[in-house]
């Protein structure tokens, strides 16, 4: 007859269930951080005039291109 041990711990498991639902929220308040960024900053640049965009050098159609690349960095190509 052998005796078996119990390696499951579920201390483990709960603390790898904690571990991967805190990344998970650390993820959605930093998508949530982002999203409030480009929002802002295209509400900014569309607030603005012609000649205002003008004199930093952009237009109208480059407004979410440049909030974009404010909230989430300038993409890879």
Partial sequence: M?????????AQ???RISA???AQ???LKEARAQ???????RMQLNRMSDR?????????????D???????GKAEQ
Avoid: W
Avoid at 2 to 10: G, M, Q, Y
Avoid at 35 to 41: F, G, L, S, T
Avoid at 52 to 64: E, H, P, Q, V
């Fill in 2 to 10: 052998s005796i078996t041990t119990n390696t499951f711990a579920p």
């Fill in 66 to 72: 440049l909030a974009r690349e404010a909230a989430f």
């Fill in 20 to 22: 991967r639902i805190s």
């Fill in 35 to 41: 999203k409030a960024v480009y929002y802002k900053v």
């Fill in 13 to 15: 498991i709960g603390a």
């Fill in 52 to 64: 205002d965009l003008a004199d930093i050098g952009t237009n109208r159609l480059l407004i979410d």
């Fill in 25 to 27: 929220l650390a993820a």
